[in-house]
């Protein structure tokens, strides 16, 4: 059975069967973020779903601004893009927030990289024939 998602700016286009699309997780969430998708297989029911890590905009207690706006602008430019995992942070967020809603990636605020692939896992499989990547953002960021 096919999928069709939105993968591109909240266009709809097919997804086939064993498509992979693209998870980007900020670094404190990544090596627990893979571990858990390599744990389940790198799948979520019909598509593979890989997970890009993304630099840390955090040294110290500096943070990088340049960095957080490349990390949010880089899963932008990303047409198999469904979602955004990162670490709880309103200095991050504040900034990174607004550059996915524009691109309509949602995202996933948690802790743990480990809850937060396996719930981005759980909403993937549970999404039907419509846009994936909008399903994600009306369950995470729309209600």
């Not at 286009?13 to 980007?24: F, I, L």
């Not at 890989?50 to 602008?73: F, I, K, M, Q, Y």
Request: charged share 25%; aromatic share 2%; with cysteine.
């Amino acid at each position: 059975m096919a999928l069709a998602g939105a993968l591109g700016c909240g266009e709809a286009e097919g997804v086939a069967d064993g498509a992979t699309v693209t998870a980007y997780v900020e670094a404190p969430l990544c090596a627990d973020a893979q571990r858990e998708l390599k744990r389940q297989d790198g799948r979520a029911g019909d598509l593979k779903l890989e997970a890009v890590c993304l630099p840390d905009p955090r040294e110290a207690r500096n943070l990088s601004l340049a960095t957080v706006g490349a990390n949010a602008r880089e899963a932008t430019q990303d047409s198999t893009a469904v979602a955004y995992l990162e670490a709880p942070d309103p200095r991050v967020s504040r900034f990174t927030h607004p550059i996915l809603e524009k691109a309509e990636i949602p995202w996933i605020a948690e802790s743990s990289g480990v809850t937060a692939m396996s719930r981005l896992l759980e909403l993937i499989e549970s999404t039907d024939s419509g846009s994936v990547r909008q399903q994600l953002r009306e369950e995470l960021n729309e209600s």
